[in-house]
C-alpha cells in the first residue's frame, strides 16, 4: 500500500523516530540572541555629537519639568506650588504648559532614539546586517547621561500617573494600625482627608493591591512625614530611584553573561523613556521590583555558574557560594513583596540550578513508556530538589515579610483588584470589550462584563501554558534563563487582565541583556517611543481640541529646537569662530 502510495505521490513523509530526541522546545526563541563583541571608544567628533545629544535630551527633561508645574499629578490640597507667582504660571496657562509637556516628552524620545546610533548602531546599517557598530559609547558616558536625563525630573511633581497617592494613603492607614487590605481610603483616612482627596476616583474605595514589603517602606514614610505629602512624594521617589539604581548595577553584569554589550543593555533597559517618564517621573513601585529581582538573579546566576560547590565539605551548611544563591532566591522572594509578579523568576532559577544538579529536557517523545521514568530519573529528582529549595527560602522570606511588618496575608486577596481597570493593551481585555460593543451594536444587551470574566480566566490559562513551554525550553538549555524569564514576561503582559504602559518594562529590560535580533530591538524601540508619547500629560475632563492643539504645537517646538541643535545655526556658528579665534 506504502509502495503504491508513494509511486502516486500522495503518501505522508518518514517522520524521524530517533528515541533520543527531546523535541524543538526554544529552537525559535534561541534565535533571538547572538554574542555581541565590546568595541572601541567614541573618535572626537563621535564624542561631540554625543554631547549634542546630551544637552537636547536634557532640554527636553526641563521641558517636562517646566510644564509638570501646569500638567503634573499635583495634589488637591497642600499644592507647593499654589501662591508662588512664577512656578504657579504654568497652572494659570494649561494649554501652554501642556504643548511645554508634550514637546518635552518628545524631545527626550528623540534624543533616545538618536544615542542609538551610538549604543546598538545605525538602524539601516549595523541593526539591519545584524552587526555591531564601530565604536560604542562607554558606560561612563552612558551614566552621565542618564543622570542628566533624570535630574530635573527627581525635583518635579509626579507625571503621568497618581498612583503615589494611592501609595500614601494606604502607607498611612497601615501606619495607623489598620489593614490597608481591608481598608480603603474613603473607610480608613475618611473621604476629607487631604490624602484620600488626592487619591483618584478608581482607587478611593478600593484596598490596597500591594506587597507588605512595600506598605512597610511606606509606612516608615508617613512615619517620618506625617502629613505632609510633598515630603512624603519625595522619599517614595527616593525609593523609586533606589530600584532604578539597582536595575543599573544589574543589567551591564547580566549583558555580560548572556554575551551582550553592557552599553547597549543599559541604553534600551535603563535609559529607556518609559523609565525615565513612569519609573522615576511617575514614581512607580516597579522600580524596586524589577530592581531587586535583576539583583537577585544577579547572584543567583553568580553562585549557579560558578565552579565552587554551594556545599561546605566539612559540615552540612551552605558554602559561601551557597549562602550567594540563598541571598539571591531571597531578595527575589522579597521583591515578590513589592509586587508578586517578579515571583515568576524564581521558576527560572530554579531551572537553571536543577541543570547544574544534571537536569536535562529527557527524550520520551519517541521512547517507549516503559523506559520514561528510566530516562527521566535523574532530571526529575533535580527539579525537585531545586523547587524544594527555591520554595523553602521563599516561604521562609514570605512568612518572614508578612509576619515581621504586622501586615499579614491580606495582599493574596487583593491581587486582582486592578481587575476593574479597562486596558486596551491587555489581549483578553481588548478582546472582551470590543465585543462587548459588537453585541451592544448588534441589540444583545450590554454584555461586556460577562464576557470579561469569560476571557480573562482563559487568558491566563493561555499564559500559564506558554510559561511551561518557555520553562522547558530553558530546560533544553537553548535558552538562557533570563532571555526565558523575559519571554515569560511578555507572555505575563501580554495576557494580563489590565496592563499599564510602564507594565512593559517587565519584559523590556531582562530581554535588553539577552536579546539582540534585529526585529526585537527595532520592535522595542518603536514600542518604548510611541507609548512614551501616546501617554499624555492630560486629565481626562481636557478637551480633544486643546490636545490637539498641544500635540501640534509640541511637533513644531522639537523640530525647531532640532534644527537649533543639529544644523549650523548663526549664532552656534558665530560661537564656534570665536572660540577658534581665540584659540589660534
Request: proline share 6%.
Amino acid at each position: 500500500m506504502r509502495r503504491g502510495l508513494d509511486y502516486l505521490g500522495v503518501a505522508r513523509p518518514t517522520v524521524d523516530r530517533d528515541i533520543d530526541r527531546t523535541g524543538e522546545y526554544g529552537s525559535s526563541l534561541a534565535r533571538m540572541h547572538d554574542d555581541e563583541p565590546e568595541v572601541g571608544p567614541l573618535n572626537a567628533l563621535e564624542t561631540a555629537r554625543l554631547r549634542r545629544i546630551q544637552l537636547f535630551g536634557t532640554t527636553g527633561s526641563v521641558l517636562i519639568l517646566i510644564g509638570s508645574l501646569g500638567t503634573g499629578m499635583l495634589p488637591v490640597l497642600q499644592n507647593p506650588i499654589v501662591g508662588t507667582r512664577i512656578l504657579s504660571l504654568p497652572s494659570r496657562m494649561y494649554s501652554t504648559a501642556l504643548t511645554v509637556s508634550i514637546g518635552g516628552m518628545m524631545t527626550l524620545v528623540l534624543a533616545w532614539l538618536l544615542l542609538a546610533r551610538f549604543t546598538i548602531g545605525r538602524f539601516g546599517v549595523e541593526v539591519a546586517e545584524g552587526r555591531s557598530p564601530a565604536r560604542r559609547m562607554s558606560r561612563s558616558q552612558l551614566y552621565q547621561t542618564m543622570v542628566m536625563w533624570t535630574v530635573p525630573l527627581i525635583i518635579a511633581p509626579p507625571i503621568l500617573s497618581k498612583d503615589v497617592y494611592s501609595y500614601l494613603a494606604q502607607s498611612a492607614i497601615a501606619y495607623r494600625g489598620m489593614d490597608p487590605y481591608t481598608y480603603s481610603p474613603m473607610r480608613g483616612l475618611g473621604v476629607d482627608h487631604p490624602l484620600t482627596l488626592s487619591v483618584p476616583n478608581l482607587w478611593k474605595d478600593t484596598p490596597a493591591p500591594y506587597g507588605p514589603l512595600f506598605l512597610w517602606l511606606g509606612e516608615h514614610i508617613t512615619a517620618i512625614t506625617g502629613d505632609n505629602i510633598t515630603v512624603a512624594v519625595l522619599l517614595h521617589r527616593v525609593i523609586a530611584l533606589c530600584g532604578v539604581a539597582m536595575i543599573v548595577w544589574a543589567l551591564p553584569r547580566l549583558a555580560r553573561r548572556c554575551g551582550v554589550s553592557s552599553v547597549a543593555a543599559l541604553w534600551l533597559g535603563a535609559l529607556n523613556p518609559l523609565v525615565i517618564l513612569h519609573l522615576i517621573g511617575g514614581v512607580h513601585n516597579e522600580a524596586l521590583m524589577l530592581g531587586m529581582m535583576l539583583v537577585g538573579m544577579e547572584w543567583c546566576f553568580h553562585a549557579i555558574d560558578s565552579a565552587d560547590p554551594l556545599r561546605s565539605r566539612d559540615r552540612p551548611l551552605p558554602s559561601r557560594t551557597g549562602w550567594i544563591l540563598l541571598a539571591g532566591v531571597a531578595i527575589i522572594a522579597a521583591s515578590s513583596m513589592v509586587k508578586v509578579s517578579s515571583i515568576l523568576a524564581l521558576g527560572f532559577i530554579g531551572i537553571h540550578l536543577a541543570r547544574r544538579w544534571g537536569a536535562t529536557l529527557p527524550a520520551l517523545r519517541n521512547a517507549p513508556i516503559r523506559r520514561w521514568w528510566e530516562r527521566s530519573k535523574t532530571s526529575f529528582v533535580a527539579v525537585v530538589k531545586s523547587a524544594a529549595l527555591m520554595s523553602a527560602v521563599t516561604i521562609v522570606v514570605i512568612v518572614g515579610v508578612c509576619a515581621g511588618t504586622g501586615l499579614g496575608f491580606g495582599w493574596t486577596g487583593t491581587l486582582t483588584t486592578g481587575g476593574i481597570v479597562r486596558s486596551w493593551m491587555s489581549m483578553p481585555t481588548l478582546l472582551g470589550v470590543v465585543s462587548g460593543r459588537i453585541g451592544l451594536w448588534l441589540g444583545l444587551g450590554e454584555q461586556t462584563q460577562a464576557i470579561l470574566d469569560v476571557a480573562r480566566p482563559i487568558g491566563q490559562l493561555v499564559a500559564a501554558v506558554l510559561v511551561v513551554r518557555w520553562l522547558l525550553a530553558c530546560l533544553s538549555g537553548r535558552v538562557h534563563p533570563l532571555g526565558a524569564l523575559g519571554i515569560a514576561m511578555t507572555t505575563f503582559v501580554v495576557f494580563f487582565p489590565f496592563v499599564q504602559a510602564w507594565y512593559l518594562l517587565w519584559a523590556i529590560i531582562p530581554l535588553a541583556a539577552w536579546a539582540t535580533t534585529r526585529w526585537f530591538r527595532v520592535g522595542t524601540v518603536v514600542i518604548s517611543a510611541v507609548m512614551s508619547v501616546v501617554v499624555m500629560p492630560t486629565s481626562s475632563d481636557t478637551p480633544p481640541l486643546v490636545v490637539a492643539q498641544g500635540l501640534a504645537t509640541g511637533i513644531v517646538m522639537v523640530a525647531v529646537m532640532a534644527m537649533v541643535f543639529f544644523s549650523g545655526s548663526p549664532l552656534r556658528l558665530r560661537i564656534a569662530r570665536r572660540h577658534r579665534s581665540r584659540t589660534r
